[in-house]
């Protein structure tokens, strides 16, 4: 076996040199730095760039020298280390010449291949000063990176030749180098950041190779739950996710491979807003209708035999243990049923049920006769059992275990004697606790009951017909009427159940008065209740929280009721399940449909469920009917929480915070939110929160049936507009004040209100928004979180023809637009607000909203689009008289101008804003125009001037609060203080002409600009 020489320069982790790195920080991010470049000539000013940064200290060069004289140093001592055994076999050679004289010509041959290999040696390793910096030379069979790369290219061709066991190896060893992320444990300038993301970027590109080629050996056991831990690692690598889902596939765990591809999509939307790639949808698609494709085929030798799972290909070698499974049909993997129950507990649940019903016929038999306090103790009958499980039960093996645990205890833990389970109607709330009751069955030999807690028509029973009916169920015959006195129905409950291990499943709790006589009766007993409302005031108990289902789930639960129709589209069930918010009723509802109906196919109901204004009507089938069961929640709740369900269903983004419910409500901020609680508490409403701040959203259904009901009132119109209004003046104070937070002096007018227009009454006292307490100290933060609401709020006041609101909304918004790149919603949002400027005829308007839409054009790279939108602005400005407008259209026409090199016109039309907007006291045109002048100075080659117009320049933005003006200004005299040259008049390459702004120069004018150049 050939022995790997050992790596004595590393980067594929924490850089190091053996047998001694440098100690200090510096010396060994130089040494990163030359190592990254080995072999090349890296210049001095770019190794003080790495090492300092823009603003190096006067000393950087000497400290340089120094750091290279030290570097030297550890490379000579690693030199001399490594010879030391070759100079004992020198003097031992001189030694045995002076002794045997026989023997000196073979110690002279000795002597000469030591020098030879030492020559060697001194040429790797070394520093050298090669003009105008440095070079290090290093042997590649002892640097670390050269290794992988060959290995890289090794395994890549192997594979590509198709012998995927030697690439898997080959692949193996290349990633065995790596010790950390690249290049860690040094401070990185901009060429090491690169590298190493580069280099990390690598490494996960062997990874997924050599993942790949493990798939194709078959070894999807082995691989499975190295891909779990990767895909938590990288949440949002798709590629990672598509290996896990097929080795889980593969290894007969399908519905966790549907999982790990709900995941990743939540994951991606909640994130990123986006969706999962077209590949990885095609590829859950074939899961979902288990493709043969995705089967693994075994390989084949060049002698056409099998190679068997587990084995390289082409060599025979076992390398893993084979995978698949011998399930039985109608379970997973895991042994679990599709009901989501365990089969593999059958033979023990079979031997405990016996049991069970010896001990209750030995307890029945036995009579339990005795007295107590003069009253006969009842006389049990047979045990109570629970009703079947609910059939096509898929999902909730979280929910379930954490019941589980509860109910059986766990290590330094008792068990819970109230197992509480809430969620909102349709739920699943009664189908999750009969599984966990038949799960924990074995725990209480006297019998499992189920009771619901409601009568025939739905209304709740009271605390004593409740009583009395577990009375009944538990065998008492005692003659006359049944008890009323909640304490004489208590009383009896106690004695009933004295002595008795029973699991009480309490099913539809309307109250926490309702159902504590029973607990209170019930000490020796387990108790799993349901409820639509939160049981938070049950001492002792565990709470269990029922929202809707995965998306997975909700899918397997819709393949499980609907049969092999359902089977056969997997995009439309997919959708299907989205529609339904993957609620069960609603899931389970579809399913009848689907089947009552053989004609139709999951695409025409797909299509049937699409409109919101007849979802509900769709998902009624027989006794299943979905509004009916959402109702009852409302029903529930008095006129005043059922205004505020409708009102709040008006909010124009999926969550909102307790502002946009006062404003809806119009009500104070302390009114609305415990209106919303209340809401929460009788799960009509959900609230989520990320740790600063709570915020409220509907189910998708439970939005539909709120907004059905606010279009089923007679003034719904006279509602609606007068709701967009009154939260279209929230929205606009609020994101005034964040858009002066963000970009002070960026809106050099307090108010573009039309004077004319009657002001409409004013908020109540006391109702007003307080903005600086809701935007805070992070504008940014709160834009983020409102901004699908701000621009859906744009959208309804123009549709509700509320002019001034509209173009309030989006001017406010723009600075927010800006900062984030967000494009399309800035395009949207101010083309509605044109169109409001235009109908309602206010100039002024169409000014402002003409100049941001030559700014947006700018930021597309549309120079001529920009200039006109600019110039038209200027036109509108000069007619309203805003003589500072005007201005800052002249600085947005001079910016293009500049980046196309036309020098002389951009710095006549700075020149021009400047005094205009000196004049006018506009401080951000000041900084705009003062540093269009210097950037035009700068390409002119007068740098002096440049920089003490920079100068003033950052004064002013530092005047007016704006870091990111201040910040901008600070880089561009950093870049100037460096020896770079002097730029060409014009260019091709981008140029910052405000801080985040870009242009791309271009080498001839656009026609546009001759006509604006003159201005």
């Known amino acids: 076996m050939i022995k790997e020489p050992m790596m004595r320069f590393r980067v594929l982790g924490p850089v190091s040199l053996s047998p001694r790195t440098p100690s200090a920080a510096k010396p060994r991010a130089l040494l990163a730095t030359l190592l990254v470049h080995a072999g090349e000539v890296v210049p001095v000013h770019s190794l003080i760039d790495e090492l300092w940064g823009t603003e190096p200290p006067r000393t950087a060069t000497t400290t340089l020298q120094v750091y290279v004289s030290q570097l030297r140093k550890v490379l000579a001592d690693g030199r001399d280390e490594g010879d030391g055994g070759d100079g004992i076999d020198k003097r031992d050679a001189r030694r045995s010449e002076q002794r045997i004289d026989a023997r000196r010509s073979d110690a002279r041959r000795n002597e000469l291949r030591i020098d030879a290999r030492r020559r060697d040696r001194g040429s790797a390793g070394e520093l050298l000063t090669r003009a105008p910096g440095y070079l290090l030379q290093v042997p590649e069979g002892e640097f670390d990176l050269p290794r992988f790369e060959r290995l890289r290219t090794e395994g890549r061709t192997a594979y590509q030749e198709g012998d995927f066991g030697h690439a898997s190896r080959l692949l ?11 290049l860690s444990g040094i401070p990185h300038g901009v060429r090491l950041e690169s590298a190493a993301i580069r280099l990390d970027e690598l490494r996960m590109e062997v990874l997924e190779q050599r993942i790949i080629a493990d798939l194709r050996l078959g070894r999807h056991q082995e691989l499975a739950g190295e891909l779990l831990a990767l895909a938590n690692e990288h949440p949002l690598r798709e590629t990672l996710h598509a290996h896990l889902m097929v080795a889980l596939y593969r290894t007969g765990r399908g519905s966790d491979a549907l999982r790990v591809y709900g995941k990743l999509r939540r994951s991606l939307v909640e994130e990123l807003g986006v969706e999962p790639s077209p590949a990885l949808a095609r590829l859950h698609e074939r899961v979902l209708r288990r493709d043969p494709s995705l089967d693994w085929q075994p390989l084949r030798d060049t002698a056409g035999t099998s190679t068997a799972p587990g084995t390289d290909a082409g060599t025979g070698i076992r390398t893993g243990a084979a995978t698949g499974t011998d399930a039985d049909p109608g379970t997973n993997a895991n042994g679990a049923g599709r009901d989501g129950g365990s089969t593999a507990r059958g033979p023990e649940a079979s031997r405990r049920a016996t049991a069970q019903t010896t001990q209750t016929e030995q307890a029945r038999q036995a009579g339990h006769t005795g007295q ?16 079947a499980v609910t059939p096509g039960f898929v999902g909730r093996h979280e929910e379930l275990a954490r019941g589980e645990r509860a109910l059986r205890g766990s290590a330094g833990r008792r068990p819970v004697r109230v197992l509480a389970v809430s969620g909102s109607a349709g739920v699943g709330k009664t189908s999750l606790a009969l599984q966990l009751a038949h799960r924990v069955a074995d725990l209480f030999p006297d019998g499992q009951l189920m009771m619901r807690l409601r009568g025939p028509q739905g209304r709740p029973l009271s605390a004593a017909q409740a009583g009395a009916t577990l009375l009944r169920r538990l065998g008492d015959d005692t003659p006359g009427a049944p008890p009323t006195d909640p304490e004489e129905v208590t009383d009896r409950l106690r004695r009933a159940l004295h002595g008795r291990r029973l699991l009480l499943v309490l099913d539809d709790a309307a109250s926490v008065e309702q159902i504590r006589p029973l607990l209170q009766a019930a000490a020796d007993c387990a108790v799993i209740l349901t409820s639509r409302r939160s049981a938070a005031a049950l001492d002792g108990a565990e709470h269990l929280l029922l929202d809707a289902v995965r998306p997975d789930e909700a899918v397997e639960l819709l393949l499980a009721a609907g049969g092999e129709r359902m089977a056969q589209d997997p995009v439309a069930v997919a959708e299907i399940a989205r529609l339904c918010g993957c609620f069960p009723l609603a899931l389970r509802v579809a399913a009848a449909a689907l089947t009552a109906r053989p004609h139709t196919t999951p695409a025409a109901l797909a299509g049937r469920l699409r409109d919101e204004r007849t979802r509900l009507g769709v998902l009624r089938e027989g006794d299943l009917d979905l509004r009916s069961s959402l109702m009852t929640g409302y029903q529930e709740v008095g006129p005043a929480l059922q205004r505020a369900f409708r009102l709040l269903a008006l909010a124009p983004a999926p969550d909102f915070g307790v502002w946009t419910a006062a404003a809806l409500l119009d009500t104070d901020r302390s009114v609305a939110e415990e209106t919303a609680e209340e809401l929460v508490r009788a799960q009509l409403l959900e609230a989520r929160t990320d740790g600063h701040t709570v915020r409220y959203a509907f189910h998708s259904l439970l939005r539909v049936l709120a907004t059905d009901l606010v279009d089923g009132e007679a003034d719904s119109a006279r509602t609606r507009r007068d709701t967009v209004e009154r939260l279209g003046r929230t929205y606009a104070t609020l994101a005034r004040h964040a858009d002066r937070r963000l970009t002070p002096g960026r809106d050099w007018r307090t108010s573009l209100e039309p004077a004319p227009t009657p002001a409409p009454a004013p908020t109540p006292t006391g109702m007003e928004p307080d903005a600086e307490r809701i935007v805070g100290a992070n ?13 859906e709020m744009v959208r309804q006041t123009h549709a509700a023809g509320l002019w001034p609101l509209v173009w309030q909304l989006a001017g406010a918004a723009e600075g927010y637009f800006h900062a984030c790149a967000a494009w399309e919603d800035w395009e949207e949002t101010h083309r509605l607000a044109l169109n409001a400027a235009l109908r ?20 597309r790279r549309e120079a001529d689009r920009a200039v006109r939108h600019y110039t038209d602005a200027q036109h509108a400005f000069k007619l309203a008289g805003d003589r500072i407008g005007a201005a800052r259209c002249r600085i947005g026409v001079a910016d293009i101008l500049l980046g196309q090199g036309r020098l002389g016109a951009a710095a006549r039309r700075y020149g021009r804003a400047l005094a205009l907007c000196s004049a006018g006291g506009d401080s951000r045109g000041v900084v705009a125009a003062l540093n269009g002048l210097a950037l035009v100075n700068l390409r002119q080659g007068r740098k002096e001037a440049a920089m003490r117009q920079l100068a003033q320049c950052r004064r002013a933005a530092e005047r007016l609060g704006d870091r990111r003006w201040a910040e901008y200004i600070r880089r561009t005299a950093a870049r100037l203080t460096s020896d770079a040259p002097r730029r060409p008049a014009h260019t091709a390459h981008a140029v910052e002409v405000r801080p985040g702004m870009w242009l791309i120069g271009t080498a001839a004018p656009a026609p546009s600009l001759t006509r604006a150049g003159a201005a």
């Not at 309602?840 to 930021?859: K, N």
Request: cysteine-free; charged content about 20%.
């Open 779 to 791: 504008p940014l933060r709160w834009f983020r979180e409102e901004a699908t609401g701000l621009v």
């Open 840 to 859: 309602a005829g206010d100039t002024e308007a169409e000014a402002v909203i003409r100049y941001s839409l030559g700014d947006l054009a700018w930021q």
């Open 172 to 182: 193996h060893d290349a990633l065995a180098l790596w010790t950390g992320p690249a």
């Open 372 to 387: 107590e306090g003069g009253r006969p103790l009842l006389v049990p009958g047979p045990a109570p059992v629970l009703p």
